[in-house]
């Protein structure tokens, strides 16, 4: 279900909005910034693999429960090969700013992720220099995942991450993240998280990819936030989170047997928490 209330606070800010560099109307209202959402969807630069994925991800409806409005300065952490940049960074090129923030893999001793942190941003790059038409305008800010900065402070609307705290948790730095994230974020500004959704509580070392839900809430309170809402948008009950691999073993990663891809394409992608927090104003 798309969340008008949601959108109807974006258009609340964006009511005075003058006319961007490549429109003579402004977005002026609810339903302008819910066509302009649709069309970002529904653009057909985006990557065919990554549109069959929609049924999965809901970006649409994900996106409006955050409540990105188009003239937000929108914070993606760790976008990976850009599947929500493609739909941001469009979405939010006339009056926004579309940041992503990748590990700067200087930051990384050798042999610890520092090649596949390379590629990851050269990557990235690579697809924003490839489409100016959608991309001219994003931005690129490489962080120490051990002091991680994302920018100065109080200069985001909205942080945004998707499926990558178990990767912090695992790697101890789960606790800097949530605080690098209430430090770029304004007061009354959202942070929006999607996380594999463990049955319960895990270890810090962990392997499966899932986090219990109550763990990332945690997380987030821990560094000044409150939550907002939840939303089930995103959720999979067929997933049963005891897979022998992990999360992985669902796809898009598929790391099965050839003879179990029926069972797992059955099931689906993960089972997935959809949190929304605020900073606190004040």
């Given amino acids: 279900m798309l969340h008008t209330a949601m959108f109807a606070a974006a258009a609340l800010v964006l009511g005075a ?3 961007t560099p490549d429109s003579d109307t402004a977005v002026t209202g609810e339903a302008a910034v819910q066509a302009r959402l649709a069309d970002a969807v529904s653009g057909a630069w985006r990557d065919p693999d990554n549109v069959a994925r929609d049924g999965y991800r809901h970006p649409r409806e994900t996106l409006g ?22 739909i941001l960074a469009p979405y939010l090129r006339q009056d926004g700013q579309y940041v992503a923030a990748v590990v700067d893999p200087m ?3 050798e042999g610890g992720g520092r090649d596949y942190q390379q590629r990851s941003r050269s990557g990235l790059e690579a697809k924003f220099a490839a489409a100016p038409a959608q991309y001219d305008r994003a931005q690129v800010v490489a962080f120490d995942p051990a002091a991680p900065v994302f920018g100065p402070d109080g200069s985001a609307d909205v942080v945004l991450t998707f499926r990558n705290v178990h990767n912090w948790r695992s790697n101890g730095r789960a606790e800097g993240m949530f605080e690098g994230f209430f430090d770029v974020l304004r007061p009354g500004g959202t942070l929006g998280v999607v996380e594999h959704r463990a049955a319960g509580n895990v270890a810090a070392d962990d392997q499966s990819g899932y986090v219990g839900q109550d763990q990332v809430i945690a997380l987030a309170e821990a560094a000044g936030f409150n939550l907002d809402a939840r939303s089930e948008i995103n959720a999979n009950l067929r997933d049963t989170k005891d897979h022998p691999d992990g999360v992985w073993m669902l796809p898009p990663g598929n790391r099965h047997e050839a003879a179990d891809a029926a ?7 993960s089972d997935r928490m959809t949190l929304r927090f605020v900073k606190p104003r004040g």
């Fill in 17 to 19: 909005c003058a006319a």
């Fill in 65 to 86: 429960f955050f409540g990105v409005a188009p003239d937000h300065t929108v914070v993606e952490i760790t976008p990976g090969g850009g599947w929500y940049a493609e």
């Fill in 107 to 109: 930051a990384l001793p």
């Fill in 263 to 269: 069972r797992y394409q059955a099931i689906g992608e």
